[in-house]
């Protein structure tokens, strides 16, 4: 899913009205928001983090210092790690720590569901959904 598009699906969850522009700069794609008043935003947790901020929702964004921490940490791993990886193995190595990081937790910061959650989860869907595809097709 491209960066623009989960920018997009992230703004509706959030309940906030249409109309940011967005754009991408550079050989990656990174998102880039034109805002109205101000300069533009660059990166995808950047812009999610003002999208969250923007809706009144800094929940999501943690409520103490070591869970504002912890979602930075998976927002981090989300571009660092998720994005740009597409080999069987890569994958199938990310989605077995992330299966035994989450053995003993709701969430990725544990029982509060923060903006990592969600992005984590936009990122890990193409892979879920084309793994999903594949096995339909072999099994057709």
């Known amino acids: 899913m491209a960066a623009a598009a989960e920018l997009t699906l992230l703004e509706k969850s959030l309940g906030l009205s249409?109309?940011?522009k967005y754009s991408a700069q550079g050989e990656r794609q990174i998102p880039v928001l034109q805002t109205n008043n101000g300069p533009s935003l660059t990166g995808l947790t950047t812009i999610a983090a003002h999208l969250v901020k923007q809706?009144?929702?800094?929940?999501?964004?943690?409520?103490?210092a070591e869970e504002k921490a912890i979602v930075q940490q998976w927002l981090e791993y989300r571009v660092t790690r998720v994005d740009g990886h597409s080999s069987k193995d890569d994958i199938r190595a990310l989605l077995k720590d992330l299966n035994s990081y989450l053995e003993d937790?709701?969430?990725?910061?544990?029982y509060n569901f923060t903006l990592a959650d969600i992005l984590l989860y936009y990122g890990l869907h193409r892979f879920i959904i084309?793994?999903?595809?594949?096995r339909l097709v072999r099994n057709l």
Not at 55 to 64: D, I, M, R, V
Not at 130 to 134: C, S
């Open 55 to 64: 809706a009144n929702k800094e929940y999501l964004l943690g409520s103490t």
């Open 130 to 134: 084309v793994n999903l595809k594949h």
């Open 105 to 110: 937790k709701v969430y990725l910061t544990g």
């Open 18 to 20: 249409k109309g940011n």
